[in-house]
C-alpha cells in the first residue's frame, strides 16, 4: 500500500472558495467545518513556505514560523482578526493582502515588527493604520479615487513604491503626498476623467524626477509643461487637451517630449496649434485613432495602462516569475 501524503509534506498550498460553494442546505456549518480543518492543516504543515487564501470566512491563523510568501484575498465585512494574527507570521518575506468587499475602518496593518518582510502589496485594503519595517516595499492598488486622498498613504511615503488606481470617478485633484519626498518609482491612473476644463489636473509640480506617471482615461484636461518626471504617458480616448503649454519651457525643462496625436481629429486641437513643436522634433505620429503624450527617451513608445508589469514581489504573478511559486 502506497503510504498516504502527510500535511508535513506541504510546500504550497491554494485555497479559493467561491461564496456559491457555502450556499443552500448547511452550507454555514460545512463552511465552519472547512475553516476548521483548513486552519489544523496549516498549522500542521511545518515545511509550508507558500499559501494562498481566497475566502469569505474569518478564520484564525496559526501560528506559522516556517512561512515566508502570504497571499490572502478577505470578501467578508471584517477581516481585522485576520490582521492581528499577521505577527504569528514571524518569518514572513512577502505579504498581500486584499479586500473587495468593503473597508473596514478600524482595521490596522502593524507589521513594523516583522524584520524580515520585504515585499507588501494591499490591494484594495486602505488600512487606518499602516506600519511596515524600514526595508520593505510597499505597492498599493486602489479602486476608488477618494482614497488615495487617505492620510495612511503620508505616513509610509519611505517605503511606497507602486500607486495604482483604476477607478470610474474623475481624477481632478493629485492627492498632496504624491508631490512629497518618497520611494515611489511608478503612479499609475485608469480613470473615468483626468481633469476638468474649468480646473486641468496640474502634473507640472508634482512627482519626484525619479517617478513613471502614466494616466489612461475618457476626456484629459491637463497642464503638463516643464514637468520634473522622469517618463509620463497620457491616454485619452475622447480630447487631450493641453492647458499650460509655455513655449519658452519646452526646449530647457522637457527636451524629450513627445506628443502622439491625429491631424484629423478635434480631439488634438489643442496639440495642433503648436508647429513650433515639430521644429524641436518633439512631435511624432503613430497612431491616428488616438491622442497620447508621453515623455521618454527618443527610442521609447507610447505603452498602454496595462503593459506596466507587475513588480510588487508579493502577487502570484510576481512569486511565480520569481520561481516562489509553481501552481
Known amino acids: 500500500m502506497a503510504a498516504q501524503p502527510s500535511a508535513t509534506e506541504l510546500r504550497q498550498l491554494a485555497v ?3 461564496r456559491k460553494q457555502w450556499g443552500g442546505g448547511g452550507g454555514d456549518a460545512d463552511a465552519m467545518t472547512a475553516v476548521m480543518f483548513l486552519t489544523w492543516l496549516i ?22 514560523p516556517q512561512l515566508r510568501h502570504f497571499i490572502m484575498f478577505h470578501h467578508t465585512l471584517n477581516y481585522t482578526a485576520t490582521l492581528q494574527d499577521l505577527s504569528l507570521l514571524a518569518n514572513l518575506q512577502t505579504l498581500m493582502l486584499g479586500n473587495v468587499a468593503c473597508r473596514d475602518v478600524d482595521a490596522e496593518v502593524l507589521l513594523a515588527g516583522m524584520c ?7 490591494d484594495g485594503v486602505v ?5 511596515l519595517p524600514h526595508q520593505a516595499s510597499l505597492h498599493v492598488t486602489l479602486y ?3 482614497d488615495l486622498y487617505h492620510p495612511v498613504w503620508v505616513t509610509v511615503l519611505p517605503m511606497l513604491r507602486t500607486v495604482r488606481c ?3 470617478d474623475d481624477l481632478l485633484q493629485l492627492p498632496d503626498f504624491l508631490n512629497a519626498p518618497s520611494g515611489l ?3 499609475l491612473f485608469d480613470v473615468n476623467n483626468a481633469g476638468s476644463s474649468e480646473k486641468p489636473l ?14 489612461s482615461c475618457h476626456d484629459a484636461h491637463v497642464d503638463v509643461w516643464g514637468g520634473r518626471w522622469k517618463h509620463l504617458c497620457i491616454n485619452a480616448t475622447n480630447d487631450l487637451v493641453d492647458c499650460g503649454a509655455d513655449e519658452k519651457l519646452v526646449p530647457f525643462f522637457c527636451p524629450d517630449f513627445y506628443l502622439e496625436y491625429s491631424m484629423d481629429s478635434a480631439r488634438a486641437r489643442s496639440l495642433c496649434t503648436y508647429p513650433w513643436l515639430a521644429m524641436y522634433g518633439y512631435a511624432q505620429l503613430f497612431n491616428p485613432h488616438k491622442a497620447c503624450m508621453w515623455k521618454g527617451p527618443r527610442n521609447s513608445q507610447p505603452v498602454s495602462f496595462d503593459d506596466h508589469a507587475c513588480s510588487c514581489g508579493a502577487c502570484i504573478e510576481c512569486l511565480q516569475r520569481s520561481g516562489e511559486m509553481s501552481f
Open 116 to 122: 524580515h518582510l520585504r515585499h507588501v502589496h494591499l
Open 127 to 131: 488600512p487606518s493604520r499602516l506600519e
Open 202 to 215: 496640474r502634473l507640472r509640480e508634482a512627482f519626484m524626477s525619479s517617478v513613471v506617471v502614466h494616466i
Open 166 to 168: 483604476s477607478s470610474e
Open 144 to 146: 476608488e479615487v477618494l
Open 16 to 18: 479559493r472558495w467561491r
Open 43 to 64: 498549522a500542521h504543515a511545518k515545511n509550508l513556505r507558500v499559501l494562498h487564501l481566497s475566502i469569505y470566512m474569518v478564520m484564525p491563523l496559526p501560528p506559522m
Open 185 to 187: 518609482t511608478h503612479a
